[in-house]
């Protein structure tokens, strides 16, 4: 890890946003699947038709038609939104996506874009393919929660708003249309990316270092939860034990935090330190039958 954990992290990050990504080039597939959760969920590379299909229509039509635009906004985003692209990651199973993404759609219709040939990528949240399409057009692109609406001018990322906006859609996109300062939700995890990610397995000491820098600006134990599971989907077996572990110091009072770290442990072959990880959740929640089976079970 680098010895200044957050030197220059501001810096670092908007340099990270404006690396240069490919837009999905990927075949549009509009497909429906039964995940291995046995949930019936779009997958893949889709075109927006499908949001009126039976099973998505009402939650489209409820969020959409509720709400009210803001029209000063939509004009200003008119001109800026000319000769730019937009791809959105997204859950047909994810509340958020539900909320946020008939609402950007009818931002962008009443500025004049053709939402017709937006591109829609749905993407699982079955544990073996969390966060991912199908299609996998989620690699290379940092999709570690949804929606996530990635803005580009030809082949260049100009930024992106991460889940929800930080003030509102409209004026969250005009900043970035505007190329002005603009931070998306889960600041913390880009910090974490730009200092201390990677493929090596960190020490108690790097990680409470990062603890200690990352817990001002965290803000919530879901958050690097999300990011570990979308990690571990990957088969990034190491850097996911790395956040499972500095979400444990971070949140040290959630037993759900400490049951997670215990499962990639386990995982690992690290049975020892796994018990020692559910002994911890027992003393959070006494009497958690569940726990105790858990524990018995690497006991024996």
């Known amino acids: 890890m680098k010895n200044i954990f957050f030197l220059v992290a501001a810096i670092s990050f908007a340099a990270a946003c404006q ?41 489209f039509d ?43 759609l009818k931002i962008l219709q009443q500025a004049g874009v053709d939402t017709n040939r937006l591109a829609l ?34 082949k260049k990322e100009l930024g992106r708003i991460i889940e929800s ?16 300062s603009y ?12 200092n201390a990610s990677g493929g090596s397995a960190m020490d108690l000491t790097e990680l409470q270092r990062a603890a200690a820098q990352l817990k001002p600006i965290v803000k919530y134990y879901g958050e690097f939860a999300g990011y570990a599971n979308m990690l571990l989907a990957a088969g990034k077996t190491t850097e996911a034990l790395n956040v499972f572990q500095l979400n444990s110091l971070l949140f040290p009072e959630s037993a759900s935090a400490l049951s997670s770290l215990a499962d990639v442990l386990i995982r690992s072959g690290r049975t020892i330190e796994a018990a020692t990880a559910l002994e911890r959740a027992l003393a959070l ?16």
């Open 183 to 194: 931070h998306p939700n889960y600041q913390a995890i880009a910090y974490w990316q730009e």
């Open 165 to 180: 906006p930080v003030l509102s859609l409209e004026k969250d996109l005009l900043s970035i249309l505007k190329h002005e």
């Open 121 to 154: 990528i749905f993407v699982d949240n079955a544990a073996a393919s969390y966060k991912q399409s199908p299609q996998h057009e989620e690699q290379g692109k940092n999709i570690h929660h949804v929606p996530t609406f990635i803005v580009y001018e030809g």
């Open 285 to 300: 929640k006494p009497g958690d039958e569940e726990l105790k089976k858990r524990i018995a079970a690497l006991k024996h």
């Open 19 to 59: 690396r240069a990504m490919l837009p999905t080039g990927t075949q549009v597939i509009n497909t429906e699947i039964k995940n291995a959760n046995g949930q019936l969920i779009l997958a893949g590379h889709a075109s927006p038709a499908v949001l009126g299909w039976p099973n998505y229509k009402n939650w």
């Open 62 to 104: 409820q969020s959409y038609n509720t709400y009210s635009t803001d029209t000063n906004s939509v004009l200003q985003l008119r001109p800026l939104l000319k000769g730019k692209t937009m791809e959105i990651f997204l859950g047909s199973w994810c509340g958020d996506s539900r909320r946020e993404v008939p609402r950007m």
